[in-house]
Protein backbone atom coordinates (compact mmCIF):
# COMPACT_ATOMS: atom_id res chain seq x y z
CA UNK A 1 0.00 0.00 0.00
CA UNK A 2 1.48 3.23 -0.95
CA UNK A 3 -0.99 5.72 0.54
CA UNK A 4 0.00 9.45 0.06
CA UNK A 5 3.27 9.57 -2.08
CA UNK A 6 5.17 13.04 -2.57
CA UNK A 7 8.30 13.91 -4.68
CA UNK A 8 10.45 15.19 -4.88
CA UNK A 9 11.51 14.92 -1.03
CA UNK A 10 14.28 17.77 -1.15
CA UNK A 11 14.55 20.57 -3.47
CA UNK A 12 16.65 23.92 -3.57
CA UNK A 13 15.46 26.78 -5.73
CA UNK A 14 16.09 30.22 -6.70
CA UNK A 15 14.42 32.99 -6.14
CA UNK A 16 12.39 33.46 -8.74
CA UNK A 17 12.10 29.82 -10.13
CA UNK A 18 8.74 27.53 -10.15
CA UNK A 19 8.33 24.25 -9.32
CA UNK A 20 5.41 21.79 -9.13
CA UNK A 21 5.53 19.50 -6.07
CA UNK A 22 3.76 16.42 -6.71
CA UNK A 23 1.20 14.54 -4.78
CA UNK A 24 -0.60 11.00 -5.26
CA UNK A 25 -2.77 8.89 -3.04
CA UNK A 26 -3.81 5.40 -4.12
CA UNK A 27 -7.09 5.17 -1.68
CA UNK A 28 -9.69 6.78 -3.96
CA UNK A 29 -10.17 9.51 -1.52
CA UNK A 30 -11.98 12.74 -2.67
CA UNK A 31 -10.18 14.94 -0.03
CA UNK A 32 -6.78 16.02 -0.41
CA UNK A 33 -4.95 18.80 0.99
CA UNK A 34 -1.44 20.82 0.96
CA UNK A 35 -0.28 21.90 4.34
CA UNK A 36 3.45 23.77 5.33
CA UNK A 37 5.45 23.13 8.40
CA UNK A 38 7.62 25.95 9.68
CA UNK A 39 9.60 25.89 12.71
CA UNK A 40 7.15 27.03 16.04
CA UNK A 41 4.37 26.69 14.67
CA UNK A 42 1.90 24.00 13.42
CA UNK A 43 1.23 23.12 9.65
CA UNK A 44 -1.05 25.64 8.16
CA UNK A 45 -3.43 24.66 5.04
CA UNK A 46 -2.43 26.06 1.47
CA UNK A 47 -4.81 24.94 -0.46
CA UNK A 48 -7.28 22.09 -0.51
CA UNK A 49 -9.89 19.79 -3.01
CA UNK A 50 -13.15 18.35 -1.94
CA UNK A 51 -12.99 15.86 -5.18
CA UNK A 52 -11.53 16.26 -8.86
CA UNK A 53 -11.81 19.42 -10.53
CA UNK A 54 -12.49 21.53 -7.18
CA UNK A 55 -9.98 23.24 -5.27
CA UNK A 56 -9.94 25.81 -3.15
CA UNK A 57 -7.88 28.22 -0.92
CA UNK A 58 -6.66 27.60 2.42
CA UNK A 59 -5.23 30.20 5.17
CA UNK A 60 -1.69 30.83 3.02
CA UNK A 61 -2.76 30.29 -0.44
CA UNK A 62 -0.65 33.25 -1.66
CA UNK A 63 2.18 32.08 -4.28
CA UNK A 64 1.00 28.91 -4.25
CA UNK A 65 -1.27 27.24 -7.18
CA UNK A 66 -2.84 23.32 -7.37
CA UNK A 67 -5.08 21.51 -9.39
CA UNK A 68 -7.32 18.44 -9.30
CA UNK A 69 -7.75 16.97 -12.74
CA UNK A 70 -7.45 13.55 -11.49
CA UNK A 71 -8.66 11.95 -7.77
CA UNK A 72 -5.09 10.34 -7.67
CA UNK A 73 -3.31 13.75 -8.13
CA UNK A 74 -2.95 17.12 -6.20
CA UNK A 75 0.39 19.21 -7.63
CA UNK A 76 1.15 22.15 -5.73
CA UNK A 77 3.03 24.79 -7.97
CA UNK A 78 5.21 27.79 -6.93
CA UNK A 79 4.88 30.08 -9.33
CA UNK A 80 8.11 32.36 -8.67
CA UNK A 81 9.88 31.20 -5.21
CA UNK A 82 10.36 33.37 -2.47
CA UNK A 83 12.86 32.67 0.75
CA UNK A 84 9.76 32.59 2.57
CA UNK A 85 8.45 29.59 1.19
CA UNK A 86 11.34 27.55 2.57
CA UNK A 87 9.57 25.40 4.54
CA UNK A 88 8.19 21.27 4.55
CA UNK A 89 5.39 20.61 2.71
CA UNK A 90 2.49 18.25 3.20
CA UNK A 91 0.07 16.69 1.34
CA UNK A 92 -2.65 14.41 2.78
CA UNK A 93 -5.82 12.98 1.84
CA UNK A 94 -8.71 11.33 3.85
CA UNK A 95 -11.68 9.74 3.12
CA UNK A 96 -14.72 12.09 4.18
CA UNK A 97 -14.83 15.52 5.83
CA UNK A 98 -14.04 13.94 9.03
CA UNK A 99 -12.11 11.34 8.77
CA UNK A 100 -8.33 10.03 9.53
CA UNK A 101 -6.32 11.82 7.40
CA UNK A 102 -2.78 10.34 5.81
CA UNK A 103 0.11 12.10 5.14
CA UNK A 104 2.98 11.89 2.67
CA UNK A 105 6.77 11.66 3.76
CA UNK A 106 6.79 15.83 2.79
CA UNK A 107 9.13 17.75 0.36
CA UNK A 108 11.79 19.79 2.56
CA UNK A 109 12.01 23.04 -0.06
CA UNK A 110 14.87 25.84 -0.04
CA UNK A 111 14.63 28.71 -1.68
CA UNK A 112 17.83 30.87 -1.70
CA UNK B 1 -1.55 33.24 20.37
CA UNK B 2 -2.03 29.73 18.71
CA UNK B 3 -5.90 28.11 18.93
CA UNK B 4 -4.23 24.69 19.90
CA UNK B 5 -1.41 24.76 22.77
CA UNK B 6 0.14 22.16 23.63
CA UNK B 7 2.55 21.19 27.03
CA UNK B 8 5.40 20.40 27.67
CA UNK B 9 7.50 21.61 24.83
CA UNK B 10 10.20 19.08 25.36
CA UNK B 11 10.24 16.18 27.65
CA UNK B 12 12.97 13.39 28.14
CA UNK B 13 12.08 10.37 29.99
CA UNK B 14 13.48 6.91 30.99
CA UNK B 15 12.45 3.95 28.69
CA UNK B 16 9.65 1.98 30.35
CA UNK B 17 8.26 5.05 32.38
CA UNK B 18 4.87 6.87 31.61
CA UNK B 19 4.40 10.11 30.29
CA UNK B 20 1.44 12.21 29.98
CA UNK B 21 0.84 15.23 26.83
CA UNK B 22 -1.09 18.31 27.74
CA UNK B 23 -3.74 19.91 24.62
CA UNK B 24 -5.54 22.91 25.91
CA UNK B 25 -7.24 24.52 22.46
CA UNK B 26 -10.13 27.33 22.15
CA UNK B 27 -11.02 26.10 18.38
CA UNK B 28 -14.87 26.75 18.36
CA UNK B 29 -17.16 24.74 17.35
CA UNK B 30 -14.94 21.62 16.74
CA UNK B 31 -15.86 18.34 15.00
CA UNK B 32 -12.80 16.06 16.61
CA UNK B 33 -9.66 16.41 18.57
CA UNK B 34 -6.89 14.08 16.75
CA UNK B 35 -3.15 13.56 18.19
CA UNK B 36 -0.54 12.38 15.47
CA UNK B 37 2.91 11.08 16.28
CA UNK B 38 5.23 12.71 13.76
CA UNK B 39 8.90 11.01 13.41
CA UNK B 40 11.72 13.14 12.28
CA UNK B 41 11.64 13.75 8.65
CA UNK B 42 8.46 11.93 8.11
CA UNK B 43 4.92 13.01 8.11
CA UNK B 44 2.35 12.80 10.99
CA UNK B 45 0.91 9.50 11.67
CA UNK B 46 -2.65 9.70 13.52
CA UNK B 47 -2.98 8.09 16.98
CA UNK B 48 -6.43 8.45 17.86
CA UNK B 49 -9.29 10.43 16.63
CA UNK B 50 -12.26 11.27 19.31
CA UNK B 51 -15.89 13.52 18.96
CA UNK B 52 -16.73 15.77 21.41
CA UNK B 53 -19.12 13.10 23.05
CA UNK B 54 -16.22 10.79 23.67
CA UNK B 55 -14.10 11.00 26.66
CA UNK B 56 -11.24 8.66 26.04
CA UNK B 57 -9.82 6.39 23.46
CA UNK B 58 -6.78 3.96 23.40
CA UNK B 59 -4.39 2.80 20.66
CA UNK B 60 -2.09 0.30 22.12
CA UNK B 61 -0.09 1.90 24.87
CA UNK B 62 -1.28 5.50 24.02
CA UNK B 63 -4.74 7.06 25.55
CA UNK B 64 -5.80 9.74 24.92
CA UNK B 65 -8.58 11.85 26.96
CA UNK B 66 -10.73 14.90 26.08
CA UNK B 67 -12.90 17.12 28.29
CA UNK B 68 -14.91 19.18 26.07
CA UNK B 69 -16.38 21.40 28.84
CA UNK B 70 -12.58 22.75 29.41
CA UNK B 71 -11.34 22.18 26.30
CA UNK B 72 -8.44 20.04 27.14
CA UNK B 73 -7.20 16.80 25.94
CA UNK B 74 -4.11 15.08 27.20
CA UNK B 75 -2.56 11.79 25.60
CA UNK B 76 -0.95 9.26 27.88
CA UNK B 77 2.24 7.22 27.06
CA UNK B 78 2.48 3.97 28.80
CA UNK B 79 5.61 1.87 29.09
CA UNK B 80 7.42 4.01 26.91
CA UNK B 81 9.79 2.49 24.21
CA UNK B 82 12.70 4.14 22.31
CA UNK B 83 10.20 4.19 19.59
CA UNK B 84 8.22 6.17 21.13
CA UNK B 85 10.26 9.46 20.61
CA UNK B 86 9.17 11.82 18.46
CA UNK B 87 6.68 14.52 18.03
CA UNK B 88 3.05 14.38 18.88
CA UNK B 89 0.83 16.81 17.88
CA UNK B 90 -2.96 17.89 19.05
CA UNK B 91 -4.74 18.53 15.78
CA UNK B 92 -8.05 20.12 16.17
CA UNK B 93 -10.88 19.63 13.07
CA UNK B 94 -12.97 22.20 12.63
CA UNK B 95 -15.13 23.48 9.81
CA UNK B 96 -13.54 25.86 7.39
CA UNK B 97 -15.33 29.08 6.68
CA UNK B 98 -19.20 28.05 5.34
CA UNK B 99 -18.03 25.03 3.20
CA UNK B 100 -18.23 21.52 3.73
CA UNK B 101 -14.35 20.98 4.42
CA UNK B 102 -12.73 20.62 7.76
CA UNK B 103 -9.78 22.03 8.78
CA UNK B 104 -7.07 20.56 10.49
CA UNK B 105 -5.91 23.11 13.23
CA UNK B 106 -2.59 22.20 14.38
CA UNK B 107 -0.56 22.47 17.52
CA UNK B 108 2.91 23.03 17.45
CA UNK B 109 3.65 19.30 19.00
CA UNK B 110 5.70 18.23 22.24
CA UNK B 111 8.55 16.67 21.70
CA UNK B 112 9.43 13.28 23.06
CA UNK B 113 13.11 11.56 23.91
CA UNK B 114 13.09 8.46 25.17
CA UNK B 115 16.22 7.52 26.70
CA UNK B 116 17.95 4.24 27.15
Known amino acids: NAGVTQTPKFQVLKTGQSMTLQCAQD?????MSWYRQDPGMGLRLIHYSVGAGITDQGEVPNGYNVSRSTTEDFPLRLLSAAPSQTSVYFC???????????FGQGTRLTVV | KNQVEQSPQSLIILEGKNCTLQCNYTVSPFSNLRWYKQDTGRGPVSLTI?????NTKSNGRYTATLDADTKQSSLHITASQLSDSASYIC???????????????FGTGTRLLVSP
Open chain 2, 91 to 105: VVSAPWVNTGFQKLV
Open chain 1, 27 to 31: MNHEY
Open chain 1, 92 to 102: ASHKQANTEAF
Open chain 2, 50 to 54: MTFSE
